[in-house]
């Protein structure tokens, strides 16, 4: 080698390597510094990537810099004191290779004494890349084996309210124990909701491992992690996670797991459906007023409001699902001022209530189904042996037979209605007022149901604002 190299010193290693390969940073320096005086080489920087692994050139900064450098023409010689220093992977150092064979630059390492500007020295590299790969991929295999075997004896890594983590194994936290036991307390036992334990908790001060607030979500799982009986779940959130039994002691007793466990599960069945108000009005009965076919409903969320909008399947076009929807039910009020539509109206309306109350006897039928599952849960409740909770599940069985009777004799008073009678007695001014009470309730339900047997379609303008309501009847 001459005088023309302008050399980068590369340098990276790891806390295990340096004790291990026993090459500190500075005895790298010194050694490769010395190299290029001996080759009468200019060293031009010094790049060193501390305590940074040779999986990926993404997180090295100084690789970053000196890859800047050379494609800006800085350098011409890139020094190593092992391959292994600039790339474990064979694919990332091959890339690089390539690259700075496009860029003229010579790629030289001190241990291996061969540099890239030759061909032998072009094969040695290839190979000794490969090794280096095949190398980490090995430790990689044998950590992964050592973890699954340390799991199956047992040990757990990371920490969880109510254990402290010594040498990867679960020591019972005396006082995060009692916390726990309160929690499920309160769940089986008080039958206080998630929510509500979470303010009781930190209205009294408690905080979580991470020395948070506690919320919905935490305490859920708390009541979900079965390692407070003494199970530990491994590659959570994984297609391939797996339990094993623990060593560590139980803070939970099996009886009061199964009831928590099977209360969550009641409780599922009883959430709410979601936000009623997102029901959308005019699905399918809007035209689109650039290429005429009918759009549907979408939203669109942000992290704190959901936006509604009317969406065309052909074009792609939308309109503001709120702003529309309002506008006709404005219009629907002042249509029944017509009366020609009030008397087209009073003739639809008759059949609505029929629809209205045949849909009713079908919600409480539901319910009831609902009602009777919710049972069959709590008495099953009521076969897990020494349970301490039977007073409430027998109270909150009592009070779902109780809802159940008021449904059924609710239903059977709904069937005995004479609709002959009941319409009979109905003027279009009833029905004028029973409209207009209708849009402007809350009820979306009782809405939709009302546009569903009224308003065959609506076209808007060329500016998305409503245009023409088209009634189900002849408005002339």
């Known amino acids: 080698m001459n005088c023309k190299y302008r050399a980068a010193l590369y340098i990276r ?12 940073v500075s005895a790298q320096i010194e050694t490769l510094t010395q190299y290029c005086k001996l080759y009468n080489m200019e060293v031009y920087d010094i790049y060193k990537d501390l305590g940074i692994s040779g999986k990926d050139t993404k997180n090295r900064p100084e690789l970053i810099r000196m890859l800047t450098d050379a494609r800006n023409g800085c350098i011409n010689l890139v ?11 064979l694919k990332d150092l091959l890339l690089m290779l390539e690259e700075f064979d496009k860029l003229g630059i010579v790629f030289s390492s001190y241990s291996e004494k061969f540099d890239t500007s030759t061909a032998v020295g072009k094969m040695t590299l290839q190979l000794l890349g490969s090794i280096a790969e095949f190398e980490r991929n090995t430790i990689i295999d ?82 979900s992690n079965p390692v407070y009986i003494a199970i530990n779940r491994h590659k959570v959130g994984l297609a391939e996670e797996y339990k094993t039994e623990g060593s560590h002691i139980p803070i939970i ?20 459906s979601k936000n009623k108000k997102l029901n959308f009005l005019l699905s399918g009965k809007i035209q689109c007023p650039n290429c005429d076919k009918f759009m549907y409903s979408f939203t669109s969320n942000t992290a704190s409001k959901t936006y509604r909008y009317y969406r065309c399947k052909g074009c792609r ?13 404005e219009q629907l009020k002042e249509s029944l001022n017509d009366e020609i539509i009030l008397t087209k109206f009073s003739s639809l309306l008759s059949r609505l209530d029929s629809v209205s109350e045949k849909n009713n006897i079908m919600l409480l039928r539901k319910e009831s189904e609902k009602l009777q599952t919710l049972m069959d849960k709590y008495v099953m409740l009521l076969d897990i042996k020494a349970l301490d909770t039977n007073e409430v599940i027998l109270t909150k069985i009592k009070d779902l037979e109780n809802r159940q009777k008021e449904i059924r004799s609710t239903i059977a008073n709904l069937s005995d209605v004479d609709e002959s009678n009941h319409f009979a007695k109905s003027t279009p001014q009833n029905y004028r007022d029973k409209v207009t009470q209708i849009l402007v309730s809350d009820d979306k ?6 546009i569903d047997t009224c308003v065959k379609q609506v076209t808007l303008s060329s500016n998305k604002t409503l245009k023409e309501i088209l009634f189900c009847f002849d408005t002339k």
Not at 317 to 329: M, V, Y
Not at 445 to 450: P, Q, R, S, T
Request: aromatic share 6%; proline share 1%.
């Open 13 to 24: 290693v790891s806390t295990e390597e340096q004790a291990t390969e026993g090459q500190s």
């Open 79 to 89: 020094l190593v004191w092992k391959i292994s220093r600039l790339s474990r992977r």
């Open 142 to 223: 044998n950590v992964n084996l050592g973890l699954t075997e340390f799991a199956r004896k047992g040990g757990k890594t990371g920490t969880v309210l109510g254990y402290d983590n010594s040498n990867k194994q679960l020591l019972v936290n005396p006082d995060e124990a009692e916390l726990i036991k309160m929690i499920y307390n309160l769940y089986t036992i008080k039958q206080m909701s998630m929510s509500q334990i979470a303010n009781q908790l930190n209205s009294l001060g408690f905080r979580t491992k991470r020395n948070n607030s506690f919320t919905k979500g935490s305490i859920a799982v708390i009541l």
């Open 253 to 272: 007793d099996t009886t009061t797991w199964n009831t928590a466990q099977a209360l969550r599960e009641i409780h599922k069945k009883k959430r709410p």
């Open 317 to 329: 076009g939308i309109c503001n699902a709120d702003h529309i929807e309002n506008t006709l039910l």
């Open 445 to 450: 339900n009782e809405i939709k149901a009302l």
